[in-house]
């Protein structure tokens, strides 16, 4: 018996009322990821609007890509088992913290007068996000065995990201971004099923919290492959 099978039998629910249910469950996600990127744009706009905020962050800047990194491991460990209130917090934290990394970033390349880099790029990312994450939604193939890869290889760039922080090449940089864009699209289509599967797993306040996690690794791939598209676009440029 398949999860939705089981699902449909512990709720004792139909196929329509179930369809109607992960819809809404699957547009909550949606809404939480938008509420985030929302977050992360108004975040951007108060270091354009002072671009003194830049200079002050300066090395501070280390300290916030840890604190993504460290909620990339903590956060869904607390949205499951904590309250619903500390769940929705964690994620308001890893925005607030990916806004002060890309904050200075796109108010550079307004300063720069190359706000169109940043309108294409998000366009870019928006596009190639919703088409993986409909394949990922409605294909069924069982993404499941990519998880393992995915997380060797997530590894491996987070490595090349660090290290190139120190070497600083341009043209290792265009190829770091590549491929992390290529591995992003995988983790879009990987993440969107999983989600889904989620829901058939659990019901109530249970989907609540899968709900925002849900958000959570939708949108700290969003704008992963906003950053990297945006980079190649900038070295493009160059």
Same mark, same amino acid.
């Given at each position: 018996? &398949?999860?939705?099978?089981?699902?449909?039998?512990?709720?004792?629910?139909?196929?329509?009322?179930?369809?109607?249910?992960?819809?809404?469950?699957?547009?909550?996600?949606?809404?939480?990821?938008?509420?985030?990127?929302?977050?992360?744009?108004?975040?951007?706009?108060?270091? #354009?609007?002072? !671009?003194?905020?830049?200079?002050?962050?300066? !090395?501070?800047?280390?300290?916030?890509?840890?604190?993504?990194?460290?909620?990339?491991?903590?956060? !869904?460990?607390?949205?499951?088992?904590?309250?619903?209130?500390?769940?929705?917090?964690?994620?308001?934290?890893?925005?607030?913290?990916?806004?002060?990394?890309?904050? !200075?970033?796109?108010?550079?390349?307004?300063? +720069?007068?190359?706000?169109?880099?940043?309108?294409?790029?998000? *366009?870019?990312?928006?596009?190639?996000?919703?088409?993986? &994450?409909?394949?990922?939604?409605?294909?069924?193939?069982? +993404?499941?065995?990519?998880?393992?890869?995915?997380?060797?290889?997530? #590894?491996? *760039?987070?490595?090349?990201?660090?290290?190139?922080? *120190?070497?600083?090449?341009?043209?290792? &940089?265009?190829?770091?971004?590549?491929?992390?864009?290529?591995? #992003?699209?995988?983790?879009?289509?990987? $993440?969107?099923?999983?989600?889904?599967?989620?829901?058939?797993?659990?019901?109530?306040?249970?989907?609540?919290?899968?709900?925002?996690?849900?958000?959570?690794?939708?949108?700290?791939?969003?704008?992963?492959?906003?950053?990297?598209?945006?980079?190649?676009?900038? #070295?493009?440029? $160059?």
């Amino acid at each position: 018996m &398949s999860e939705t099978e089981r699902f449909q039998q512990r709720a004792g629910t139909g196929a329509v009322a179930y369809d109607e249910g992960l819809r809404r469950y699957m547009l909550g996600v949606y809404n939480y990821m938008a509420l985030g990127i929302a977050g992360t744009a108004l975040v951007a706009f108060a270091f #354009i609007m002072n !671009p003194q905020w830049i200079a002050a962050l300066g !090395p501070l800047r280390i300290v916030g890509f840890i604190g993504v990194i460290a909620l990339g491991w903590l956060a !869904p460990r607390m949205i499951f088992s904590a309250s619903r209130a500390v769940a929705f917090g964690a994620y308001a934290a890893y925005v607030a913290l990916w806004g002060v990394l890309i904050g !200075p970033i796109v108010a550079i390349y307004v300063g +720069l007068g190359l706000a169109q880099d940043v309108a294409l790029a998000f *366009f870019i990312s928006a596009s190639i996000f919703m088409a993986m &994450s409909l394949f990922g939604y409605t294909t069924k193939k069982d +993404l499941s065995p990519w998880g393992k890869f995915l997380f060797m290889a997530g #590894i491996g *760039f987070l490595v090349l990201i660090v290290a190139n922080f *120190f070497i600083q090449s341009t043209g290792f &940089s265009f190829l770091i971004s590549a491929g992390v864009i290529l591995f #992003i699209s995988a983790v879009t289509a990987y $993440e969107t099923q999983m989600i889904k599967n989620l829901y058939a797993e659990g019901a109530g306040e249970q989907n609540e919290r899968a709900a925002i996690f849900g958000a959570f690794a939708l949108y700290g791939s969003f704008v992963t492959l906003f950053i990297h598209v945006l980079n190649i676009l900038g #070295i493009m440029r $160059e």
